[in-house]
């Protein structure tokens, strides 16, 4: 019996051993994938509400706007989206740099480009040539007596070479009009460098082209931007810039065009309303709009404002800044 006895008491502690086990196993603390060290917890007040859903090749089918509910262009080359509001999630912010680029879809257009700008996506290189490379709905054609700078299109990176060291990538590369690429993004791209510059801080950064139906040229892109470290009070933004050029029709189904029925009214308007506010350098001999960065660099004695076109300015010998190009 002292045998027998033994057995089943060695047999009862295994088995209690084995519940015992399973028991703490169930009840270890699993790690929590959101507690990811390169994800930002934040303060989301400058973030959209609106849910985001993951970017497409297709952008135009993806978006949490209509192309419908955009303003038709009447003059300013952007339009504030969503308040001003990035579609961002808290769960998208973080603190490490990446770029993301959508393969191109089976028309041969651009998707989303996504990135976390740093210092480190800054370039330390020149641009390259990127004229071997032709987006969906490209054509070279000039209007030397419209366009100061003759060419209609530019390849227009998605993510600034400024801002990406990105260059000549067929998915980052899209047909976009002189205006839209200078007057239109450019600001943004300065702002977004000139403050990761400078802070030594992070931006999540996103652009969409958006087309609409099988068009091979994009009707405008959605830029939206927010610094993380101090929760978008450097950087949110979120707009819409138009993808047209004075005085030009263009057909957004194959990228054709042709000069306006309306422009000698629409040159004669302008020519009337051509003042513009601008800030003038008397020892550089540069001007600049009055929200250039570079404005805050000047000396003051330096300094001088100017209300007229910019035509009188460059007759006076002064030249446009390369950073804000007034």
């Known amino acids: 019996m002292n045998k027998q006895n033994s057995i089943i008491f060695v047999v009862s502690l295994c088995i209690v051993a084995v519940l015992c086990l399973l028991f703490c196993s169930d009840n270890i603390k699993k790690p929590n994938s959101e507690q990811n060290s390169s994800t930002i917890s934040t303060s989301v007040d400058n973030l959209s509400t609106t849910e985001q859903t993951q970017p497409t090749t297709n952008a135009s089918n993806n978006l949490p706007f209509k192309l419908s509910d955009i303003p038709r262009y009447s003059g300013s080359p952007f339009c504030e989206v969503n308040n001003n509001k990035p579609y961002l999630q808290s769960d998208e912010l973080t603190t490490d740099s990446f770029k993301r680029f959508s393969e191109l879809d089976s028309?041969?257009?651009?998707?989303?480009?996504?990135?976390?700008?740093?210092?480190?996506?800054?370039?330390?290189?020149?641009?390259?040539?990127?004229?071997?490379?032709?987006?969906?709905?490209?054509?070279?054609?000039?209007?030397?007596?419209?366009?100061?700078?003759?060419?209609?299109?530019?390849?227009?990176?998605?993510?600034?070479?400024?801002?990406?060291?990105?260059?000549?990538?067929?998915?980052?590369?899209?047909?976009?009009?002189?205006?839209?690429?200078?007057?239109?993004?450019?600001?943004?791209?300065?702002?977004?460098?000139?403050?990761?510059?400078?802070?030594?801080?992070?931006?999540?950064?996103?652009?969409?082209?958006?087309?609409?139906?099988?068009?091979?040229?994009?009707?405008?892109?959605?830029?939206?931007?927010?610094?993380?470290?101090?929760?978008?009070?450097?950087?949110?933004?979120?707009?819409?810039?138009?993808?047209?050029?004075?005085?030009?029709?263009?057909?957004?189904?194959?990228?054709?065009?042709?000069?306006?029925?309306?422009?000698?009214?629409?040159?004669?308007?302008?020519?009337?309303?051509?003042?513009?506010?601008?800030?003038?350098?008397?020892?550089?001999?540069?001007?600049?709009?009055?929200?250039?960065?570079?404005?805050?660099?000047?000396?003051?004695k330096n300094k001088e404002a100017f209300t007229g076109s910019r035509e009188e300015l460059i007759e006076m010998g002064y030249s446009p800044c390369g950073k804000c190009n007034p």
Request: net charge negative.
């Open 107 to 300: 028309l041969g257009r651009c998707g989303v480009a996504f990135a976390c700008i740093g210092t480190d996506s800054l370039p330390t290189e020149e641009r390259g040539a990127i004229g071997m490379i032709k987006p969906s709905g490209w054509h070279t054609v000039r209007y030397d007596d419209l366009i100061e700078d003759k060419y209609l299109y530019n390849r227009c990176h998605l993510i600034a070479f400024e801002l990406s060291s990105e260059n000549a990538n067929p998915q980052n590369l899209i047909t976009g009009t002189r205006y839209m690429n200078v007057k239109g993004m450019l600001p943004f791209e300065n702002r977004v460098h000139d403050y990761v510059e400078n802070s030594n801080n992070h931006v999540m950064y996103r652009v969409t082209p958006v087309f609409e139906g099988d068009n091979l040229v994009a009707h405008g892109v959605l830029m939206e931007g927010y610094s993380v470290e101090d929760s978008g009070t450097g950087i949110c933004f979120n707009v819409f810039c138009y993808n047209v050029q004075p005085y030009i029709e263009i057909d957004y189904a194959d990228g054709t065009s042709w000069i306006s029925d309306q422009s000698d009214n629409q040159l004669e308007t302008e020519t009337q309303d051509s003042k513009v506010a601008y800030i003038l350098n008397t020892h550089t001999k540069k001007f600049h709009y009055p929200d250039c960065s570079s404005v805050n660099d000047m000396k003051e």
